[in-house]
């Protein structure tokens, strides 16, 4: 979303019941379900509270730095980071991932982005995290493109590979703008990490029909590789719990929602 959009977006945000249950699931799980009613009630005023006072995609993250320092203190005993004292600032770079939890690793990084006066990403996210509308606001007043993962046929694949070529050029040399990308579709479940040479190829067509040769156009690009390491991965029981089931029955087949939650 652009800031004009902000205020709007968030206004309609938190009216939304699906947005508010969830908040009540996750932060009063514990709480009896006939208090439910009362609780929507009080979340959506202190929600609307909270989100009268921003107008713009940056007053929006800065609300949500706050969220990641208490995430922090509350979680972990110690977040570093090198590497970053090489960046500059008004400099677009595209950060290259491995993957291991869409939520958290865009998050680390913009984290880290932040610390270090420097803009925060533009996140890549497939198609497939946007079946619940609250989620696809919320992913989009973060900064979040669409990579669309479910195109039918190369021609239509190759029409998506296309545009998100284009749009991810034109952020980081038009607009300066940071980008965040996994290096390969979906989060790695056995910690073996490499790049998908197809990723490699969608990089370089909407720069190849510019006569551009492979080496400027990866330079245009100003690659930063991103290798995220978490002692206890975030999502160990998911990844465990389908590896399990791939080994012992032959396949899984994901829940409907089951990326979203």
């Known amino acids: 979303y652009n800031d004009d959009e902000v205020a709007e977006v968030l206004q309609n945000l938190v009216t939304t019941p699906d947005f ?18 009362p609780l929507a009630i009080v979340v959506k005023l202190a929600l609307k509270r909270q ?14 730095a706050e969220y990641m320092e208490r995430m ?42 932040y610390l270090a006066g420097l803009d925060t990403v533009r996140i890549a996210i497939g198609d497939n995290l946007l079946r619940r509308p609250f989620v696809s606001d919320l992913m ?3 900064k979040s493109f669409i990579v669309k993962r479910s ?22 040399t038009k607009d300066q703008c940071n980008i965040w990308i996994a290096q390969k579709e979906g989060r790695a479940k056995d910690g073996l990490d490499q790049t998908d040479p197809a990723i490699i190829k969608m990089f370089f067509m909407s720069q190849k029909k510019e ?28 990844k465990a719990n ?3 089931q791939k080994s012992s029955t032959g396949s899984y087949e994901k829940a409907e929602f089951e990326d979203i939650d």
């Open 20 to 37: 508010i249950n969830t908040i009540i699931g996750f932060r009063f799980a514990k709480w009896p379900k006939w208090m439910h009613g």
């Open 51 to 64: 989100v009268a006072k921003i107008s713009n995609v940056h007053e929006f993250q800065m609300r949500v």
């Open 72 to 113: 922090i203190k509350t979680t972990t005993t110690n977040v570093e980071y090198r590497g970053i004292e090489k960046l500059q600032k008004g400099v677009g770079y595209l950060f290259l991932s491995n993957h291991r939890d869409i939520a958290m690793d865009p998050a680390f990084v913009n984290y880290g982005l």
């Open 140 to 142: 989009r007043l973060n």
């Open 151 to 172: 195109a039918n046929g190369i021609r239509e694949m190759m029409a998506a590979f296309g545009q998100l070529s284009a749009y991810i050029t034109e952020s980081l």
């Open 211 to 238: 006569k551009k040769s492979f080496a400027e156009a990866m330079a245009n690009l100003k690659v930063v590789p991103v290798s995220i390491s978490y002692e206890y991965d975030p999502c160990a029981f998911d």
């Open 242 to 244: 389908e590896l399990h």
